[in-house]
């Protein structure tokens, strides 16, 4: 089995790369959704939080890996990229179940990913600047940036969205063999 893990932060360009990956026919999980299955199946202790409270939670409760852990058990590809790792313990879960993982990160400054969350418009875009920092400081928290500074290979997302799918899929390809 080969995992291919996407890191980055808000903004860089991880759906893209998914897009990109979709196009080349493989396919992909979001950990985030996995987030969301259990958030909509919460216990009443949990009703008033924010689905980013309850994910905190959740990992406080039961290890800081428990969203890789959880996750895992949803791959059946033998090939399967996986996306929304925030941490090197992430990482390591899935390097448990095989020694075949590769991290790929997604970088871009934070002045562009402000401006894709923004533009983009989804019910987390930041309200204004100061959101956006704190947004990354939870990231960087959890382990974020140590994941992308550790990942084996760094694909920086600047240039125009065909470059960066161009970049994605000659990753992909040559990642796999």
């Given at each position: 089995m080969k995992l291919i893990i996407t890191v980055g932060m808000p903004g860089s360009g991880k759906e893209e790369f998914l897009v990109a990956a979709k196009e080349l026919g493989h396919q992909f999980i979001r950990m985030?959704?996995?987030?969301?299955?259990?958030y909509i199946k919460r216990d009443s202790r949990?009703?008033?939080?924010?689905?980013?409270?309850?994910a905190d939670i959740e990992r406080e409760r039961h290890g800081f890996d428990i969203w890789a852990r959880r996750t895992i058990k949803k791959?059946?590809?033998l090939t399967?990229?996986?996306d929304g790792c925030r941490s090197m313990v992430e990482i390591e879960a899935y390097k448990e179940k095989t020694d075949d993982?590769?991290?790929?990160?997604?970088?871009?400054?934070?002045?562009?990913?402000?401006?894709?969350?923004?533009?983009?418009g989804r019910d987390d875009a930041p309200k204004d600047m100061y959101e956006f920092q704190e947004r990354d400081r939870r990231e960087i928290?959890?382990?974020?940036?140590?994941?992308?500074?550790?990942a084996d290979i760094i694909i920086v997302?600047?240039?125009?969205?065909s470059d960066f799918k161009n970049k994605v899929k000659k990753t992909i390809r040559e990642g796999l063999k």
């Open positions: 985030g959704d996995t987030v969301r299955e259990y949990d009703e008033n939080l924010s689905m980013s409270q309850f791959i059946s590809e399967s990229i996986i993982v590769s991290v790929i990160g997604i970088s871009a400054s934070p002045r562009i990913r402000y401006k894709r969350l923004v533009t983009r928290n959890w382990g974020l940036a140590e994941a992308i500074v550790l997302n600047e240039s125009s969205l």
